[in-house]
């Protein structure tokens, strides 16, 4: 316990810093994508006189996303009270992979996403001070959003 008071405030300042980097981040993406829509309004005013352009520009801008891929969206969760649990560890590695595993930290609310996670199988661990360590097996395949709920329960 001596240990964890001690390492608090450590953990507080990087909690703080991580929720800095992410803000600059976010911020950051909200200037490119105004940046990327200024540019899109400017090609549209050559769309008649520069077709080939046009045609160019709209092919180059267009995101593809891979088809072996699906968005995972998690909620984490109290098992006594359905509350979401903010800060919690997941870890998730590909059983049938030499990939790093991915480790996410849930938001406020107990959320968590990967926007792009490859078809597999995978290991998921999900840790928390207070709470008993989750460990599951998940199989993602297809191409829709996989929604991963675990309940977590103290002690």
Do not use: C, W
Request: proline share 5%; charged share 25%.
């Amino acid at each position: 316990m001596t240990l964890y008071e001690t390492s608090s405030p450590q953990l507080d300042t990087k909690n703080r810093e991580q929720k800095n980097i992410t803000a600059a981040i976010v911020e950051s993406y909200k200037t490119a994508d105004a940046i990327v829509a200024s540019m899109d309004k400017q090609v549209e005013i050559v769309h008649d006189t520069e077709p080939a352009f046009y045609k160019d520009y709209k092919t180059t801008r267009k995101v593809e996303v891979p088809k072996d891929v699906v968005q995972l969206v998690a909620k984490i969760t109290d098992a006594e009270t359905g509350a979401g649990i903010p800060n919690a560890t997941a870890t998730l590695t590909q059983t049938d992979s030499a990939a790093e595993p991915i480790v996410k930290q849930t938001a406020e609310k107990g959320g968590f996403q990967v926007k792009t996670l490859p078809n597999g199988i995978y290991a998921v661990t999900v840790t928390k001070l207070g709470y008993a360590t989750q460990s599951l097996s998940i199989t993602i395949t297809g191409d829709e959003p996989y929604s991963l709920e675990v309940n977590m329960v103290k002690g």
